[in-house]
């Protein structure tokens, strides 16, 4: 396989196969990406960690990664000696021939993107993207689109099924502190764009402000607010970086009355204001 860069923000063609190192990774740290292919990589070697949405994970050798569609991705770290296979499907492919996938990508309570591999597993999977890579750089190509169809539905349904099996493994059932971080990550997701007040959560929570800012810093370490500043600031850095859309536009696309309301906002917690980080 070739070192070459993941797609950035989707895939030009159905499916792309890649290794990516270190090197290649880091360029994720520049900003925020909103990606919106499906990527199923393997760490080979290394170790990076990330922030995909609004949780931060570690990622280790023998590490199966699913990246699911419309994810932030940024990269704080990754190791100058990492190494990652990776197959990438298309926006459009994962539409018309998602099955199993869409209980793991539209569910975000199910949604893990890491499974720990035994060594034995790590092998199997090491084994299968050769045998794909060799089968697509044959002359003629032994894989068509329509038997990576087929390819793509068993590596969906093997990754929730070694997912599966990780967690009845590896975890208990959540305690009640768990759930309501969970809970309301899961919100934060879905209306970080319109909700922006912690009230408005505690509300749809059905528990009190205080109950719920206690327990959010219990559980994570960082504040109710933090976090849902975090991911308006992670939409609004991808989108500042990757598209030509007007800073106005993306103010009303995060909920914000004005520009200059969110100019001030983005100032505040960043440090320059949006135009200046665009041009960074």
């Excluded at 990492?82 to 949604?111: C, P, T």
Aim: hydrophobic residues 40%; aromatic residues 12%.
């Amino acid at each position: 396989m070739q070192d070459e860069k993941i797609p950035l923000i989707d895939c030009p063609i159905d499916y792309i196969f890649g290794e990516a190192s270190g090197k290649v990774l880091n360029e994720y740290g520049r900003f925020p990406c909103q990606i919106q292919c499906a990527v199923y990589a393997f760490m080979k070697k290394g170790h990076a960690r990330a922030t995909l949405n609004i949780t931060q994970y570690e990622f280790k050798e023998n590490d199966f990664i699913y990246v699911k569609p419309g994810s932030f991705l940024f990269v704080q770290e990754c190791s100058e000696d990492a190494k990652l296979s990776y197959i990438v499907f298309s926006s459009s492919f994962v539409e018309k021939n998602s099955y199993g996938m869409r209980r793991l990508s539209f569910q975000s309570h199910n949604y893990r993107p890491i499974v720990k591999l035994t060594s034995e597993q790590a092998e199997v999977i090491l084994q299968f993207s050769d045998v794909l890579e060799k089968a697509v750089n044959t002359t003629p190509a032994m894989l068509s689109v329509d038997r990576m169809i087929h390819v793509f539905n068993l590596i969906q349904q093997t990754y929730l099924e070694l997912d599966a099996s990780f967690e009845a493994v590896a975890t208990q059932a959540p305690d009640r502190k768990t759930e309501i971080f969970q809970e309301f990550s899961d919100l934060v997701l879905q209306h970080y764009n319109e909700w922006h007040h912690v009230a408005t959560y505690a509300d749809a929570m059905h528990i009190t402000v205080p109950h719920l800012c206690s327990t959010i810093k219990q559980a994570s370490g960082h504040t109710a607010g933090d976090i849902i500043v975090d991911a308006i600031l992670m939409d609004a850095k991808a989108q500042l970086k990757v598209t030509a859309m007007p800073i106005k536009e993306i103010a009303a696309h995060l909920g914000f009355e004005n520009v200059a309301f969110f100019n001030r906002f983005f100032k505040s917690h960043v440090g320059i204001t949006p135009r200046a980080y665009r041009n960074e």
